[in-house]
């Protein structure tokens, strides 16, 4: 057994052609370009100015950006330059729409430990600042995250997990507004700015309170047993509604949960406390609650209703119910799944994203808190999310892509055409977007018969009777769906960039939608006996083994696998179980023991006491299985992961080596999971393209050739 270390600094230097890959075609292109186009998050809006802000990541380099009516042309106005690792969240227009407040750096450990992936020897802060739209440096207002900003100037945030308060524009210092038990989250101010609401994290429980800073009272509303959050005002700024889900002492983490004690929606007196039930879940399906990607998962709309998402049919959909109580009414019918979700800002519009029609894509949507049809907003072969709105409901900003064009901002008023957000052209000129293929849907039978999504990367220049390697892509998770086009999460636009990658390398690649992951509905989703429950995704991986094994065009000796994360878990266990089948493999920082997860996530569980689960968790794991492990395998991860704990990559490395298993690895000191330098990205990927190229002998083969 031999192990190649790799460091990223040494990987950062590899040649453009490693031993075995194939020579570049006229329409090769390099990682650096295709990872070169920014990524837009953190899109938001002013309802008085009706000007949108987002974050771009360009390379590495954060910073937040503004485009004001009436040509919405968009421009940087803070001037981050270095790939620092340095996030920006929480993006907010200030009262009156004339600056920008946000949070710098990421939120820190169990250990209090800030990201801190350059290895900085001062170390690093998360703090809030804010910014200018008419030029000018940022202004440090605290250390902190999660800020709030009330509509006469006032930031409440979370500090050392107690709320603080500090004014956006003044000399004052920041200053404790609530010292209380517990972590505090959610922050949200009345619309008049003189309360405000919050969830207090306890354990195995958690409250909704109200604070009255003038009165300095505090009240927690219809205190209980179970877990109380997401409050929301109502727009008189007298109640306030919260859900509440039962609470439950039931693993959670990586396990199927399709019914379970209903959840409910109440509403309390935000003077009193006083609060009633106005909806219960069914029994059955949608007991369990399932979020949206939403600010609120409760929108207060138009007409005194309350907007919620429920799995009522077994898809993710919304339904509105009075404030006062009574049945729901259900506003997206049909086999698809809601997922981005916003309220404009009259109340009068719920727009959305969903798969309907297109189940591996999204598009736009709205439709009336009081029911009704919804009307289509966008469609084609595009892909479009984070829907926002202008105060008058007239213009609308979202994140758009395709199957070539990466994730942009656009804006679409009535009557005029969608268009970008940005005057530069974007993506960047040596974008290689005419040389990237489309994927193509494909649809296979998992070892049991269930129907598996997949999207397909051919090489652009195939030959009659060519055998090409191949690779298998898994994605993380695994509450994700890959699309026939750009993510719109960045993780997953840089896995789509290295898929497109090694298709221009000769390769093809089949990233899978396996079971356990969104966009089929709660069963798929909910699948039985999956993760840590018995790993049943694993008859995905050998289904898609066996695809492309009966494809023409592939080289069954030569299929590899690759994901991060859960894809890692995959890629692990299919290398375990079958390395018959798969020849070698890229592990992202993969989980390999479920009950080391399951604790990273559920600090009460506990292995010993649970034994039974325990034992099922194990058999569902990769470390279950390494002595049947023979094929070789790279390994990636960061020390400061904070969804996979380093320890899984310790753990199968000492196994691997018992074991007489060739792997080799790449570190990154005082990384995180989703890596937030984009250097690290370009080196994990070039390792990974040398990785593959030289265990599978990378390039086409006629049907006589044979492996060595």
Not at 436 to 454: C, N, R, S, T
Request: hydrophobic share 40%.
């Amino acid at each position: 057994m031999s192990s190649r270390v790799l460091n990223c600094l040494v990987v950062s230097l590899l040649v453009a052609a490693p031993a075995g890959a194939v020579s570049p075609a006229p329409t090769a292109f390099t990682l650096e370009q295709v990872l070169s186009a920014p990524f837009p998050t953190e899109l938001t809006a002013d309802p008085a100015t009706g000007a949108f802000a987002w974050v771009f990541n360009d390379r590495g380099a954060r910073n937040i950006w503004v485009a004001e009516p009436p040509d919405y042309r968009g421009r940087a106005v803070t001037a981050y330059s270095e790939d620092d690792g340095q996030e920006i969240l929480d993006a907010a227009f200030a009262p009156g729409g004339k600056s920008v407040v946000y949070v710098r750096g990421g939120g820190a450990n169990r250990r209090g430990e800030n990201p801190n992936p350059l290895s900085r020897p001062e170390g690093i802060e998360q703090a809030i600042f804010v910014v200018p739209l008419s030029g000018g440096e940022p202004r440090r207002l605290a250390e902190g995250h999660s800020p709030a900003v009330s509509r006469v100037g006032d930031v409440a945030y979370v500090f050392k997990e107690q709320i603080w308060s500090v004014r956006i524009e003044g000399s004052e210092k920041p200053v404790p507004l609530i010292k209380a038990r517990g972590e505090a989250g959610a922050l949200r101010w009345s619309p008049d700015g003189s309360r405000l609401a919050f969830a207090s994290r306890r354990g195995d429980h958690s409250f909704v309170g109200v604070y009255d800073p003038s009165g300095k009272r505090l009240t927690y509303l219809d205190p209980s047993v179970d877990r109380d959050s997401g409050p929301v005002w109502s727009p008189d700024g007298k109640r306030v509604a919260f859900l509440r889900i039962p609470a439950s002492r039931e693993i959670q983490s990586f396990r199927p949960h399709r019914e379970g004690p209903p959840w409910s929606i109440r509403v309390a007196e935000a003077a009193t406390g006083q609060a009633r039930e106005v909806f219960r879940a069914e029994k059955g399906r949608g007991s369990v609650f399932r979020n949206v990607v939403a600010e609120n998962q409760l929108l207060w709309a138009d007409g005194d209703r309350i907007v919620f998402p429920w799995e009522r049919d077994g898809w993710t959909h919304l339904y509105s119910v009075p404030a006062a109580g009574g049945p729901a009414t259900l506003l997206t019918p049909g086999d698809f799944e809601v997922e981005y979700v916003s309220l404009a800002p009259d109340r009068k519009r719920v727009l959305f994203n969903s798969n309907q029609g297109d189940i591996d894509r999204r598009h736009l949507w709205s439709v009336s808190p009081a029911g009704g049809t919804p009307a289509a907003l966008t469609d084609g072969k595009g892909i479009e999310w984070s829907p926002v709105a202008t105060g008058d409901g007239r213009t609308i900003a979202y994140f758009r892509s395709d199957a070539r064009v990466p994730p942009q901002p656009a804006v679409m008023s009535a009557g005029s055409p969608a268009r970008p957000l940005t005057a530069r052209a974007l993506p960047p000129g040596d974008f290689p977007q005419g040389m990237l293929v489309v994927p193509e849907q494909v649809i296979f039978p998992a070892v049991d018969g269930m129907k598996i999504h997949g999207q397909l990367f051919l090489p652009r220049d195939p030959r009659p009777g060519e055998k090409r390697p191949a690779a298998i892509f898994f994605h993380g998770g695994s509450r994700r769906q890959m699309l026939l086009g750009w993510h719109y999460n960045y993780y997953y636009r840089n896995s789509y960039a290295f898929n497109q990658y090694l298709a221009s390398r000769g390769y093809v690649v089949l990233s899978i939608n396996y079971r356990s992951g969104i966009g089929y509905g709660m069963e798929f989703r909910e699948a039985l006996e999956y993760g840590a429950a018995g790993g049943s995704e694993y008859n995905d991986v050998v289904g898609a083994g066996r695809y492309l094994q009966a494809r023409p065009d592939v080289d069954g000796r030569r299929i590899a696998l690759w994901g991060g994360s859960y894809g890692g878990y995959l890629t692990a266990l299919g290398l375990a179980r079958n390395s018959d089948m798969f020849a070698a493999g890229v592990d992202f920082h993969g989980v390999h023991d479920w009950n080391d997860v399951i604790t990273n996530f559920e600090p009460s569980y506990d292995p010993l006491k649970r034994q039974e689960v325990a034992r099922v968790a194990f058999e569902s794991s990769p470390l279950s299985s390494v002595k049947s492990w023979r094929s070789p395998v790279l390994l990636i991860h960061g020390d400061d992961d904070r969804n996979v704990p380093f320890t899984e990559s310790v753990d199968l490395a000492e196994a691997l080596r018992k074991n007489g298993v060739e792997f080799e690895e790449l570190i990154f000191p005082d990384e995180i999971h989703d890596f937030l330098i984009h250097a690290h990205w370009l080196a994990a990927y070039r390792a990974a393209a040398d990785f593959l190229n030289r265990r599978l002998e990378a390039g086409p083969r006629s049907k006589v050739q044979s492996p060595r």
